[in-house]
């Protein structure tokens, strides 16, 4: 057994030994240089003939690269939303506030220029209520002066009692009969302050028209009789004179300074005026019905069933003159002898 072991061993440390051999051979063949390429040359080109070379353009400059950051554009701007009329007149009248504080002739020219209506009304409203300081007229007589004479002149009454705006007014912004209803108004205003500037600024109106003057220093009789009168009583013209006169006259008569009412067909004094020739004579009293009338030493005429105006007209004349009249007192019958009264006409004059 021992024998066979023996031998087994032997045959495997024989085997060990051939294979080693062989691998040793085999490592050695790997380690030998490897033959390296040979080179071949490749055939030449043919040469070409020389080409003309052309002078290089000159270069043009280049235009810097675009950065590939491109900056972020602001969103476009959005139109302002329009305005609404409201909106738009509000705008309109803070505007003509401000032109207000300034030049006026070029506060109305602006307001001239204005197209649309109710934008000019608005406009010009604006100014005539910043130069008087809300000291307006109440809107039913402003109204009606606008449909009388139209809105520029409606407006410009409003100036009246400041006569420089008000002529400046009248001459930018009005004309004609317009023109001539503001002046006669502002005339009119001044006769408080300034009645002799007030007839000065109609005189200048008349163009031909006296109606204008005479409606002025009529009202100057109405408010102070005596100073009118003196006014008049110094014009150099006697055409104008006269003229004035008559206006005077017109609303400060001569007569007796009764006032009258018509009643059951008579005329009746309603009452007397302080100071005129029936208040100073004592021998009327109001209630006194007038039965007849004498003119100086002329017949009576009878009374009964006349027109007032026509009693009126009868009563009135010249200062000095002699008026005759046949009077009832207020509780006598009308059966009742009447009394006669003889008084002397004179000038009826006012004073507010």
């Given at each position: 057994m021992k024998v066979i072991l023996?031998?087994?061993?032997?045959?495997a440390v024989v085997s060990a030994g051939v294979i080693a051999s062989r691998l040793g051979a085999l490592s050695g063949g790997l380690n030998q240089r490897q033959p390296q390429p040979v080179a071949v040359a490749e055939p030449?080109?043919?040469a070409l003939p020389p080409r003309r070379v052309e002078p290089a353009a000159p270069a043009r400059p280049k235009a810097p690269a675009a950065s590939n950051h491109v900056p972020a554009q602001p969103p476009p701007a959005q139109p302002p939303a329009p305005l609404d009329k409201a909106e738009r007149l509000a705008q309109l009248r803070e505007t003509f506030r401000a032109l207000a504080k300034g030049g006026p002739k070029t506060a109305m020219r602006a307001a001239k220029q204005l197209t649309d209506e109710v934008e000019r009304?608005?406009?010009?409203?604006?100014?005539?209520t910043e130069w008087t300081h809300?000291?307006?007229?109440p809107p039913q007589r402003r109204a009606a002066a606008v449909a009388n004479f139209g809105l520029e002149a409606g407006l410009g009454m409003e100036l009246a009692h400041t006569p420089e705006m008000a002529v400046l007014w009248a001459n930018e912004l009005t004309e004609g009969q317009g023109r001539a209803a503001v002046l006669e108004h502002t005339a009119l205003a001044m006769l408080g302050t300034d009645p002799a500037g007030a007839v000065a600024l109609s005189q200048g109106l008349q163009s031909g028209d006296r109606s204008i003057f005479d409606s002025v220093i009529g009202n100057?009789?109405?408010?102070?009789?005596d100073a009118a009168l003196q006014y008049a009583e110094q014009l150099s013209d006697p055409t104008e004179r006269d003229a004035a006169m008559k206006a005077i006259q017109s609303v400060a008569p001569v007569g007796i300074g009764a006032e009258l009412r018509m009643q059951d067909g008579l005329p009746v004094i309603n009452r007397l005026l302080p100071g005129m020739p029936a208040d100073l004579g004592g021998q009327l009293q109001p209630g006194d019905r007038i039965v007849a009338m004498a003119q100086g030493n002329n017949a009576f005429v009878d009374a009964r069933g006349m027109a007032l105006v026509d009693v009126v007209q009868a009563i009135r004349g010249v200062p000095g003159s002699l008026l005759q009249l046949q009077v009832l007192s207020a509780d006598a019958p009308p059966d009742a002898t009447p009394r006669a009264v003889a008084i002397f006409r004179g000038q009826i004059k006012f004073k507010r």
């Open positions: 023996a031998l087994i061993c032997l045959v030449e080109e043919p009304e608005a406009a010009l409203l604006t100014l005539v809300g000291e307006l007229q100057w009789a109405q408010q102070d009789t």
